[in-house]
């Protein structure tokens, strides 16, 4: 079966400070990743999708970048953070080239000091 | 461009009592849709598609292409129902991302 996980679970770090939080997935192969942000009354942000290795498009402008090292892991990183970074950030996957639902991983809260 | 409307932030029924969660969407091909559902403390998960035709704990929802609309419902609320749930919208391409909606905060009160 298939799982997704997402460290750290919490993580709390001052302004101007990078980031780096990291999602992998087990027992598949090829999925596309994907990046949300949820925050109360705004609902799911989708941030970055990757249907491939390298392969990363951008949603929304802003202070954080993404990268897929390998087939299975997918990257959330920022150089400097801003109070504005504070959230709820998810990860998920689906199978490649299907229609089929998306699954989430258990979130990372980040709270930017 | 695709959109998910949910028109309700909060929705507060009695135990007991139907329950229905708005969803209209905005796509001019065939959608895919769902509801996910997370409850406190837990993860964001599938609770049906149209597709699939089925009940989830007793949740429904029918596709109207003609009022563009994915409500959820259920006959009879009960506590444990009370959680956030969000509609979402898959485009035709399976590679693009679901487009959701900001979610409806479901309170069930006994």
């Known amino acids: 079966s298939q799982t997704i996980h997402q460290w750290p679970a919490t993580l709390v770090q001052p302004v101007g400070s990078p980031l780096s939080l990291e999602c992998t997935v087990e027992g598949t192969s090829n999925p596309n990743l994907y990046w949300y942000r949820q925050a109360a009354g705004r609902g799911l942000q989708l941030l970055f999708y990757?249907?491939?290795?390298?392969?990363i498009s951008s949603e929304v402008p802003q202070n954080l970048s993404a990268s897929r090292p390998q087939d299975r892991q997918f990257i959330l990183s920022s150089k400097k953070l801003l109070l504005s970074d504070s959230g709820f950030y998810l990860c998920?996957?689906?199978?490649?080239?299907?229609?089929?639902?998306?699954?989430f991983g258990p979130g990372t809260r980040l709270t930017v000091t | 461009a695709q959109r998910v409307t949910q028109p309700e932030k909060l929705l507060s029924v009695f135990k007991g009592a139907p329950v229905e969660l708005k969803c209209n969407y905005s796509y001019s091909g065939s959608p895919e849709l769902f509801w996910y559902v997370q409850y406190s403390r837990q993860r964001l998960q599938l609770l049906l598609r149209?597709?699939s035709r089925e009940s989830i704990k007793g949740f429904t929802a029918d596709l109207n292409k003609g009022e563009t609309s994915f409500h959820l419902k259920k006959p009879f609320a009960q506590e444990e129902d009370s959680a956030m749930y969000y509609c979402a919208l898959s485009r035709e391409s399976g590679n693009t991302p679901l487009v959701f909606g900001k979610g409806t905060r479901l309170s069930v009160i006994a």
């Open positions: 990757s249907v491939g290795i390298g392969q």
């Open positions: 149209h597709i």
């Open positions: 998920a996957w689906r199978r490649g080239g299907t229609l089929y639902e998306q699954y």
